[in-house]
């Protein structure tokens, strides 16, 4: 890609960088005041607002699988006999490890294990039915409907690059189409793309403060080093020399290198784990999860305990909601950016079908192997989880492979490798959202990647300061909440769009004849 050096758009790389600021300061210096006062607040939007987050997650699902299937799934980004710029392998790699990073591999360690402690539906603590829905929960809410929502981001940000040819990667500009005042105005698209900052500030930075606190808990385990939050600040150093060093490469090199590299660690580990544990309980409880997840997605997905407010549907799915949410602009812009010369159904099959498989089959697995750790009494999980936290729980989990401090190693180079290529995608996207005049064909500024990889470790850093899985939480779904309004402008953007230039005779939608190229990437 063509290098800009210089090509930033004042009106939202500073307020976008102010933002940063202002929330670090606070975060380091905020303290206990702070946190009482965002936990109030988290508590008022789930309990007043939890039912919005389960409904635009319904309305997308339905709007994205009647897009896909209507005669706009064949409209392609790009010309006619343009090929796929990268091929199905590499996609699939990219978009699955963008889209997961390194939680994949530390909350199927210890996540399901909360399930089974405290299970959904009014269900008996560690009895048979909460193991068969500790096993199955985590692969919906990293499902299909999660994969759904990074969708509407990537359709309005190709079509508006590859179909539309216009110089832009910002979405406030691929939701004009939505209404007249944003076409006109550009104070609100700016507006638009500031809030959209905002929730990718809170996605990343939840992100790094979770994982950053179990690398360093991990690496203590190898060396002894005392695991102190200089420890951890200075994994957050080495991470920034890898991730910053992608970010130089560029998209091209950095990024799928990184992304196929961790698709192999991850299923050598994955392997090591399925085959030296108990395969045969793997295989049948991945077997009946499948099915309970059929049986009960209608179910989950309007679940909000009303009654019985045990809290797990806003502990749990509204969470991930939010966290999903907050992605979506990194993962619509990325996947828009890589997709020149696919067709709007396959996006759209790609994303939900080989993401979905990718993470069920990691929470199987690895989410499978945990609660076999705790069903047979191996390790107390549930225990440790209460006494000593996530970190030693997940030490604990792989302590019982062969081959221990070697499978810590693997571990610890896998999560790296995860919140590397996350990282560095993100830094890339929000350089792309600050850059003035960008086509689908250049690349932003370096040294405008590098300063957004700086911005994000700071923000990560003070989200560890104030700590906790229960904080991770409280910055998801606020850092969601104002993006349903996003997603809601973007289904009504791309409706107008596709109808504007793709129906039938128009050169859009002539532009990808319908075979058999237009199933998912394999």
Not at 19 to 44: K, M, N, T
Not at 56 to 66: M, Q, R
Request: hydrophobic residues 50%; proline residues 5%; charged residues 10%.
């Amino acid at each position: 890609m063509k290098q800009k050096r210089w090509n930033i758009e004042p009106g939202i790389f500073f307020p976008a960088l102010l933002i940063f600021a202002a929330v670090s300061l606070l975060l380091f210096w905020g303290g206990d005041a702070l946190y009482s006062f965002l936990s109030a607040l988290l508590a008022q939007i789930t309990a007043r607002f939890g039912w919005l987050y389960l409904w635009i997650y319904i309305v997308n699902f339905v709007f994205l699988g009647w897009l896909a299937f209507s005669k706009y799934g064949r409209i392609k980004f790009g010309k006619a006999d343009e090929k796929p710029e990268y091929s199905n392998f590499s996609w699939t790699c990219m978009v699955f490890t963008t889209g997961i990073d390194a939680s994949i591999m530390i909350m199927t360690l210890f996540e399901p294990v909360q399930y089974v402690s405290a299970p959904p539906f009014g269900l008996q603590p560690f009895s048979p039915e909460a193991y068969d829905y500790a096993h199955m929960y985590g692969q919906f809410h990293r499902g299909p409907s999660a994969w759904t929502m990074y969708i509407p981001a990537t359709i309005a940000i190709a079509y508006t690059l590859y179909v539309k040819h216009t110089d832009t990667t910002r979405i406030s500009n691929a939701c004009a189409p939505a209404s007249r005042r944003l076409c006109r105005h550009k104070w609100m698209r700016n507006l638009l793309d500031v809030v959209i900052v905002f929730g990718i500030m809170g996605g990343i930075g939840a992100s790094i403060g979770l994982e950053i606190p179990v690398i360093s808990r991990i690496f203590h385990q190898i060396t002894g080093v005392a695991d102190t939050l200089g420890l951890k600040f200075a994994m957050l150093a080495v991470l920034l020399a890898l991730f910053g060093s992608s970010v130089y490469l560029g998209l091209e090199k950095g990024m799928k290198w990184l992304s196929s590299a961790t698709v192999y660690i991850t299923l050598g580990l994955l392997a090591v784990t399925l085959l030296w544990g108990p395969t045969s309980y793997l295989i049948d409880s991945e077997t009946n999860s499948i099915g309970l997840l059929v049986s009960n997605f209608v179910r989950m997905s309007t679940y909000t305990d009303p009654n019985l407010a045990s809290g797990f549907p806003q502990n749990w799915t509204i969470f991930y909601w939010g966290w999903w949410l907050a992605y979506m602009p990194v993962m619509g812009l990325f996947v828009a950016r890589i997709s020149r010369g696919r067709t709007i159904r396959q996006v759209i099959c790609g994303q939900v079908l080989w993401g979905s498989v990718g993470c069920m089959t990691v929470f199987g697995i690895m989410g499978g192997y945990a609660l076999y750790i705790q069903k047979t009494g191996i390790a107390d999980l549930a225990g440790i989880l209460e006494t000593q936290g996530q970190e030693a729980a997940i030490a604990a989990v792989i302590g019982t492979l062969p081959l221990p401090q070697i499978m810590l190693v693997v571990y610890l180079i896998s999560c790296f490798v995860f919140l590397a290529t996350t990282i560095s995608s993100s830094a890339f996207i929000l350089s792309s959202m600050t850059s003035r005049r960008l086509t689908g064909y250049e690349a932003p500024a370096r040294w405008n990647r590098l300063l957004w990889s700086v911005v994000f470790m700071l923000f990560s850093a003070g989200i560890m300061v104030v700590g906790g899985l229960e904080t991770i939480k409280l910055v998801c779904v606020l850092a969601g909440f104002p993006l349903i309004a996003v997603v809601i402008v973007l289904m009504r953007a791309i409706v107008r769009m596709v109808k504007e230039n793709g129906s039938p005779g128009t050169a859009a939608a002539q532009a990808a004849p319908h075979s058999a190229e237009e199933a998912p990437p394999v």
